[in-house]
């Protein structure tokens, strides 16, 4: 890890009865994260009202601190779900109970602006309770809506969503949503790029909230698990500007020009052509949005010959032009500010970050 990486504190706090997956999952993306890219890092501390705490699978885990008096600011206060039956003998109802309770008064306690809180399936349940989700959207399993509706009656609760991202509040459903939850984030944090190479280290498809409004362009055709495939993209991805040709990828994943073409249109569902202008206009799209710079300035920086060049290309993505993006940018730059969303500060330009290294019902 770089002396100048960033490094992002994640406080992980254990509810009586964890549900696993719950925990584990979401902590595997940042453990493999850290693993493929040397920007971000992840510091990870455990806290729970028990030295023990009996899991789902009736493991009882052990190791973690207590609830801490201070929370660091910046931190990321990640709270996983529990689940109903835990395997082997049966929980002790009234210690669960008061286990709960005291996470809740902490959380309450505890948490401030400047503090994220990511919930994992009925770990929004506990947010709730202590007033974290007023005035937020939120989400949870689909069977426990109505009761994070009861416990937040001032949140908006939306069903059928994979996750929620409000400011500074992140909520996710069910189980393996804390999976998707957590590589939206890095996502954010590392670059997609880094997300998509966890995605597959995991064997997990990358998916973005059905809440959307479209796919995100840098994940686009994804969905696959060619390996050639995906070096191209990832190729494609870290410099879209470059002078891509079918003959430079081809000699780069170890394939025939005419080869690796067909495998673009078999797994990724495109030509290797419209795989290299949408990482262009997604580029294109980052940098209205986020920069000052004239169309000029960034159809080159984007890889274009010229401004014309790519609104030409832009028309086959998206009807309204690059200039109207610029104006609903700076449209809402006038609104009055939210608090931030995590890791917006380090949404740059994903296209400059260095290749990846190689290496993804019970409510909970």
């Known amino acids: 890890m770089s002396g100048t990486a960033r490094h992002i504190p994640v406080l992980v706090v254990l509810p009586p009865r964890a549900l696993l997956l719950d925990l584990a999952g979401p902590l595997e993306v940042l453990r493999i994260a850290g693993t493929v890219q040397d920007r971000v890092g992840f510091a990870v501390a455990y806290a729970a009202p028990r030295a023990l705490t009996r899991c789902s699978i009736g493991l009882d885990l052990g190791g973690a601190g207590m609830l801490p008096d201070t929370v660091a600011d910046g931190t990321i206060v990640l709270l996983p779900g529990s689940a109903t039956r835990v395997l082997g003998d049966a929980p002790d109802q009234a210690a669960d109970a008061d286990a709960e309770a005291e996470i809740v008064a902490w959380l309450r306690a505890v948490v401030r602006p400047g ?113 050639a495939v995906h070096r191209a993209q990832d190729a494609i991805a870290a410099d879209p500007a470059r002078d891509w040709s079918p003959a430079l990828l081809g000699r780069l994943v170890g394939a025939s020009p ?36 004239g169309l000029e300035r960034i159809a080159e920086r984007a890889g274009f010959g010229s401004a014309r060049h790519m609104r030409r290309v832009w028309r086959q993505f998206h009807a309204a032009a690059p200039s109207s993006l610029r104006a609903r940018s700076a449209d809402v730059a006038a609104e009055p500010a939210n608090p931030r969303p995590v890791g917006r500060d380090s949404a740059r330009n994903p296209a400059k970050h260095p290749p990846l290294r190689a290496e993804r019902s019970d409510p909970g």
């Open 115 to 227: 503090h994220t809180v990511a919930t994992v399936c009925e770990g929004a349940l506990l947010a709730a309770r202590a007033g974290l989700l007023d005035g937020y959207a939120c989400t949870t399993h689909h069977a426990s809506c109505d009761r994070l509706r009861a416990a937040a009656p001032r949140a908006r609760v939306l069903e059928n969503r994979l996750f929620v991202q409000d400011r500074d509040r992140f909520s996710s459903a069910g189980v393996t949503a804390g999976i998707d939850l957590m590589l939206h984030l890095v996502a954010e944090w590392a670059g997609p790029a880094t997300a998509v190479a966890v995605a597959r280290a995991l064997v997990v498809y990358m998916r973005r909230g059905p809440d959307d409004p479209q796919l995100s362009p840098w994940l686009e055709g994804r969905s696959h698990l060619h390996p």
């Open 258 to 293: 005419r080869n690796l073409a067909r495998l673009f249109r078999l797994h990724a569902g495109m030509t290797v052509t419209d795989a290299v202008n949408r990482s262009r206009v997604a580029l294109a799209r980052d940098l209205i949005a986020r920069s000052d710079l």
